[in-house]
């Protein structure tokens, strides 16, 4: 079946209109056909070849909802009609140890919902930016979000899953202290989960123009990270700092804010190395620095579960297809609040 895309067809070209083939389900599988996708500031560094080994053609977006339109044989936990999400994976080995735990998101054999090696033409993974999916059922989400909210449920299924991730596993909640870096597409989502899970959430920004709007998103505080006083008034002070900024930038200036055995994980996902941070800032304290990705498949519905019961979606603009290249230019200068979503059905068009 051949349905209409957006990608390229090289890093210096920009996306266009494209037609892709897409697979009939198998007895596993689940047809999805695409309601929204979020743009995610990855997909701009994989589609520009900002990553290594970008694949041609490249359709972007793991940011997937929309209403499933068949299924195979052997498929028991959905039926046509079910809203579902797909995020940043459509498959794994399935049988790993991080498989067997849930954690399909740290498998080495984890296949990306695009640009990731498949038996299927054109032989890798092609993702969102376009009207339909076919995936295996182990990897299909259930959105429980009213239709009406679909569009702005997208961006769960990334940015969403990249902060709950790291705030249950080091368990944020009531006593915790949770800085977030950055309020941009993965950092605003962190503030309303950190509050929602009801922690004391500090917002970092370089911005004073940003200090209302984090606020207004749950923060409970406000720092300027500029703001030399401001930074100093809660030195060794936080449990948790999730650090989502996806450009180079001094840690040491965040490290010196943890507590003992208090930890800055790193979730946004720069281009270029950060700068080496200081040693002794973290074994004076016991400090520690972590990453973290996604989530696996029973995280990302636990996710997607807390997130209906609390009433949280992202904050979006909704784009027609066309203007996909404009939207990455204008997320590379921050200018969005706080997620590009695409109207898949523009695609038509």
Known sequence: MTVKAYG??????PLEPMDIARRAPGPHDVQIEIA?????????????AEWAGTL???????????????????????????????GCMVDSCQHCDDCEAGLENYCDGMVGTYNGLTDHPPGHTLGGYSQRIVVHERYVLRVKHPEEQLAAVAPLLC?????????????????????????????????????AMGAHVVAFTTSESKREDAKALGADEVVVSRNEGEMAAHAKSFDLILNTVAAPHDLDAFLVLLKRDGTMTLVGAPATPHPSPNVFNLITKRRSIAGS?????????????????????????????GDINAAYERMLK???????????ASLSA
């Not at 390229?8 to 070209?13: G, N, V």
């Not at 929204?36 to 520009?48: A, N």
């Open 293 to 321: 990705m996604i989530g696996g498949i029973p995280e990302t519905q636990e996710m997607l579960d807390f997130c209906a019961e609390h009433g949280i979606t992202a904050d979006i603009e909704l784009i027609r297809a």
């Open 56 to 86: 041609w053609p490249c359709v972007p977006g793991h940011e997937i909802v929309g209403r499933v339109s068949a299924v195979g044989g052997h498929v028991k936990g959905f039926r046509e009609g079910d809203l579902v999400g797909v």
């Open 36 to 48: 929204y996708c979020g743009i995610c500031h990855s997909d701009l560094h994989q589609v520009r």
């Open 159 to 195: 940015a969403g899953i990249t902060t709950y991730s790291p705030l249950r596993h080091w368990q944020a909640g009531p006593g915790k202290k949770i800085g977030v870096v950055g309020i941009g597409g993965l950092g605003h989502m962190g503030i309303k989960l950190a509050h």
């Open 8 to 13: 390229a067809h090289a890093a210096d070209r």
């Open 334 to 344: 921050g200018d969005v609040k706080y997620r590009f979503v695409i109207d898949n």
